[in-house]
């Protein structure tokens, strides 16, 4: 039997690429004036919610084609950009580069991503050294799997599961711009920093974390660990909200 078609509202996906940190996509609504849409995903936020946004559209396919294929050009330059100037190496760490965060509790430290969970494009020590900042999965006598971390290139908030960690990195070390990056992420008082509430929780923002949660889970009845994690991810005032 043929897999779900993906839709985004009345438009079904006809081609995604990830690449750069976030997805690309075209999809076609053919009862649509604009027929044809180019749209970015991303998931960038503590639900891990798709969220998208920069969406154009067209009735003519080439030319939402050659809008789709310079947006792709665009991110391949910036990422090629970015690897001149940093100068970092972009051979990835492993196992054997790090120390075994068995029986660890790992909230607080400095973790190294194992590099096949990472996206290609990625699979390197720049984008591999993150801050451990919470999660069921933190503990290692915990029956929770989720782990949230603070990359320490990007400062972008992430989510990953206990198994995609490689071990943990001894901050001394780390290399400079790892040192000074992870400087910047905490507080005076040697925490991480909270990161700055956005808008008060609404009722899309309820949804989507419902979506996620179900996503995560696999359907409706295994939400007990996902939804209490994201859960944590919210400030006390949206928590009530919720």
């Not at 996509?25 to 749209?39: F, G, S, T």
């Not at 040192?179 to 909270?194: F, I, M, S, V, Y």
């Not at 179900?214 to 996902?226: F, H, S």
Request: include cysteine; hydrophobic fraction near 40%; proline fraction near 6%.
């Amino acid at each position: 039997m043929a897999g779900k078609k993906r839709k985004i509202h009345d438009y079904e996906v006809i081609h995604a690429i990830r690449f750069g940190g976030s997805e690309l996509i075209l999809a076609e609504d053919y009862k649509a004036e604009a027929r044809y849409m180019v749209c970015d995903c991303s998931w960038n936020n503590p639900l891990g919610a798709e969220m998208y946004d920069n969406a154009m559209g067209s009735a003519d396919f080439v030319e939402i084609m050659k809008l789709f294929a310079a947006r792709l050009a665009e991110r391949v330059v910036a990422l090629e950009t970015e690897r001149e100037t940093r100068g970092i190496p972009l051979q990835p760490l492993t196992g054997k580069d790090c120390v075994s965060i068995r029986d660890v509790d790992i909230e607080g430290r400095v973790v190294v991503l194992e590099p096949e969970g990472l996206a290609p494009e990625y699979r390197s020590i720049d984008y591999q050294l993150a801050l451990c900042t919470g999660g069921f999965g933190a503990n290692p006598e915990s029956n929770g799997r989720t782990v949230f971390c603070t990359n320490l290139i990007s400062g972008e908030h992430e989510i990953w599961k206990r198994l995609d960690i490689a071990g943990m990195m001894p901050e001394e070390r780390l290399p400079e711009w790892a040192q000074a990056h992870l400087a910047a992420l905490r507080a005076p008082d040697g925490k991480t920093a909270e990161p700055v509430a956005a808008e008060p929780l609404g009722k899309e923002q309820f949804w989507q974390m419902i979506d996620a949660a179900r996503e995560t889970a696999g359907g409706w009845q295994n939400m007990r660990e996902p939804l209490p994690e994201a859960l944590t991810r919210l400030e006390g005032p949206d928590i009530i909200r919720f």
